[in-house]
């Protein structure tokens, strides 16, 4: 999908109960009690004007800090999803990490200490300068080198989950697949025992992870294994009739409750967990009936969905962009009545 900065920077492509009763695809309300999904939130910035590089910081892009942050605390949400650049964090492929970037990006962590997990979002779409990884003779290799610095940095910090890859897309999930085996080896050999979110290809969508049989995520993904056994699926919904996220306007409840059940009965048959990285909504009275519907989807499967993070809060969305979540003076945005009642503090039970 593509998403328009609301301060002008070039549009970015985001393409964005009983078990056995789930499993057999019946009504998601079949679905038994288990804790609640913790809540979240995006802040956006880091990944902005992402064809200069590095470009210039609180120029080019930003990152969230405490002020920013504290209405999703506030409001008792748990997770914090920051999109960062690789080539920012990394400049130079397979070389070390950047240490002006890395001290802010120790100062934003420090400044978001009101959240219990924090991720950082290589927002790259599988690409590196603009270049497929499965396209490059050593683009796994490029891959795992960044998570290994990575986690030697933050092996230590449990609050820290790394978020793989934001949306890759272009190439046949199971290459995508051996990408990320190199990647989450590579972690954990480097002692890292962090939550990792693992996408899938074809924009790690929800609706479409087990469509296309043998060619599909779910096919791709279905034996997965990580080491350290702590992981769980990354996925995206749009509210939109193509899931995009480009059209300001939205399916009806049923059709969102529909696009998410075969992923869930998905991760369910197979024993993984999901977590939905991205989902926004317009400010409308339809979307935000929509938007109610997908979060209650996964709150009465909170046996496989562990969490989400709605799209997107941030200090430069100015008030004009759809999604933004992000109080304008003070006022809350219409969507975060929403996510109110489904967050930590208002989740039901």
């Not at 078990?19 to 956006?44: C, E, F, H, K, Y």
């Not at 405490?66 to 999803?81: D, E, L, N, Q």
């Not at 986690?151 to 046949?172: H, Q, S, V, W």
């Amino acid at each position: 999908m593509m998403h328009s900065h609301a301060t002008g920077q070039t549009a970015r492509s985001i393409r964005h109960a009983a078990i056995a009763l789930a499993v057999l695809g019946l009504p998601d309300s079949a679905a038994g009690q288990t804790r609640a999904p913790l809540a979240g939130v995006n802040l956006a910035g880091g990944e902005f004007n992402s064809g200069r590089k590095p470009g210039t910081y609180a120029k080019d892009y930003i990152y969230p800090d405490a002020r920013i942050a504290a209405p999703f605390i506030a409001m008792g949400m748990k997770i914090v999803r920051v999109p960062l650049l690789w080539e920012r964090l990394q400049p130079s492929a397979a070389q070390p990490l950047s240490a002006s970037e890395i001290g802010r990006l120790d100062k934003v962590i420090a400044g978001l200490k009101g959240f219990e997990i924090i991720i950082l979002d290589i927002h790259n779409y599988g690409k590196r300068n603009g270049k497929r990884l499965d396209q490059m003779a050593d683009g796994d290799a490029q891959f795992a080198d960044l998570w290994r610095r990575l986690a030697e940095r933050y092996r230590e910090d449990p609050r820290i989950a790394f978020g793989l890859m934001n949306e890759p897309n272009g190439m046949a999930p199971a290459q995508w697949r051996r990408i990320v085996d190199a990647g989450v080896a590579a972690i954990r050999k480097a002692g890292a025992r962090n939550l990792l979110l693992v996408p899938g290809s074809n924009w790690t969508g929800a609706h479409s992870w087990a469509a296309g049989g043998t060619r599909s995520n779910a096919a791709a993904f279905s034996d997965f294994r990580d080491p350290g056994s702590n992981y769980a699926f990354e996925m995206h919904q749009y509210l939109d009739p193509d899931s995009s996220g480009m059209k300001m306007q939205c399916e009806d409840a049923p059709v969102i409750r529909q696009r998410m059940m075969a992923a869930t009965n998905w991760l369910r048959t197979n024993k993984h967990k999901g977590f939905l990285g991205e989902f926004g909504a317009p400010p409308d009275a339809r979307c935000l009936a929509s938007l109610d519907a997908l979060l209650d989807h996964m709150h009465r499967n909170a046996d496989v969905w562990m969490g989400w993070t709605y799209w997107a809060g941030g200090g430069w969305w100015g008030p004009n962009y759809p999604l933004s979540v992000q109080p304008v003076k003070g006022a809350a945005r219409p969507q975060a009545s929403i996510l109110a009642k489904y967050s930590s503090r208002g989740a039901r039970k």
